[in-house]
């Protein structure tokens, strides 16, 4: 995964030079990387969407050819294709991501084996608002913050998915584990997660909201 962390390395030095304060560059650099990723997300979110809404005719497909295996596959490939639908549409766009992830992953953990300027080892030992160190974790406060937003975003997301008693545990499982593991990393990299899942929920806010405009506009 060098290979993607090491430019994410150089982005993130570049806005720190920019800038001058590293928690302010982690805050910016999420948000690049966010945008950058949106026209997938948006994708994944369309997917999921026609998915959701095929799921009755589906589940009548699984009843009428509970039986026969190479006929329900036959039949929904049919309703799929009917209706314009990929049934990995809502993964691949995810699959694309989890690179991107692992390196931002890595560099925020460790940025000083991604970033080689001297200057940046002063850098990401920086206090932030009420963190001491961003290169240390923060016991408290970032990690609740991790795992509340988790928790809101996972929810939004899943309020629009078919009904599944695996998700559901998830939506409470998930986000425990997420600030379990914030205790022990880098603030910085919490502080990525955080600013992530924000941006994720205004995202969930005012996409709908532009769609209808647009719609009413039409």
Known sequence: ????????????LFLYNLIGNYGISIIIFTVIIKLILLPLTVNQL???????ELQPKIQ?????????KEQ????????YKDNNVNPLGGCLPLLIQMPIIIGLFQVLREPVKYISNPEFVQAVNEPFLWIANLSQPDKIILPILAGVTTYISMNTA??????NPTLKTMNYIFPVLIAWWAISFPAGLTLYWVVSNLFQMAQQYFMPKLKSSKEELN
């Open 1 to 12: 995964m060098g290979v993607i962390a090491t430019p994410l390395g150089k982005l993130l």
């Open 46 to 52: 369309k997917q999921t969407k026609k998915m959701t």
């Open 60 to 68: 009548e497909l699984q009843k009428k050819y509970k039986n026969d």
């Open 72 to 79: 329900l596959n036959i039949k929904l490939m049919e309703l």
């Open 158 to 163: 899943n309020k629009s998915a078919a009904p």
